[in-house]
């Protein structure tokens, strides 16, 4: 059943309704798993040898979790999202909080940039009608050649590589941003999750590589 309340003064549609509820709880989704990444980021800030491992390990059950919880048990899909993000934020606690100690300024700046890309990507990605979900395979492909590109940074020390990867990581994600928030703009309410974890990856990998970038820039 549907109502059509175009003609009440001051009424909204009920799709207009639904849409901007079902971005609010994404977002409040998103700021909450970004809290439990920071709180993860300070428990491990003194990780070393494999127990920095076994938190990419978890992260990874969590995303695989999350999905398939996502529409059988929405409050399970939840806690593995909040998981996520503690287990992400665990595994770069060494960074970051190193960071912190001694320049905190660049995590200041890569904190601001990763905000307003964000802003600026979720903001075009939401206003656009268009289904840009296409681009999803595209940003895959890049990923993975990003990836190989950073083995071969790894294996060769190629001097001022590092600066391109981070580049190129940050092109990665803001480009995930855009097409996760214009799947927002027409996603079910079955998907919040699934979206928020999406969302947050990218927020969380956008943070990483302007933390690379502007730390390196220092050195």
Do not use: H
């Not at 491992?53 to 695989?64: K, N, Q, R, S, T």
């Not at 960071?99 to 075009?124: C, D, I, K, S």
């Not at 990003?146 to 092109?171: K, N």
């Not at 703009?185 to 919040?192: F, S």
């Amino acid at each position: 059943m549907s109502y059509d309340v175009s003609g009440v003064p001051g009424a909204q549609p009920v799709e207009g309704v639904a849409a901007r509820a079902l971005f609010g709880r994404v977002m409040g989704l998103v700021a909450i798993t970004c809290g439990f990444a920071a709180l993860g980021a300070w428990a491990g800030r003194d990780l070393t040898g494999l127990w920095w491992l076994l938190p990419w390990v978890g992260a990874i059950v969590c995303v695989v979790g999350l999905n398939v919880a996502a529409r059988r048990a929405p409050a399970l899909a939840v806690v593995l999202l909040f998981g996520l993000g503690f287990l992400l934020g665990l595994a770069v606690g060494v960074t970051v909080v190193w960071y912190a100690e001694n320049e905190p300024t660049v995590v200041w700046q890569a904190a601001g940039a990763t905000g307003l890309t964000v802003a600026a990507m979720g903001t075009w990605g939401y206003a656009t009608r268009r289904d840009l979900s296409y681009l999803y395979r595209t940003l895959f492909w890049c990923l993975l050649a990003l990836i190989a590109f950073g083995f071969v940074i790894v294996l060769f020390g190629i001097e001022g590589a590092s600066t391109i990867y981070a580049l190129g990581g940050i092109a990665i994600f803001a480009g995930y941003t855009l097409v996760d928030f214009n799947r927002l703009r027409r996603a079910g309410k079955d998907e919040a999750v699934p979206l928020a974890a999406g969302i947050f990856l990218d927020v969380f990998n956008l943070f990483l590589f302007f933390l690379q970038l502007f730390g390196g820039s220092r050195n």
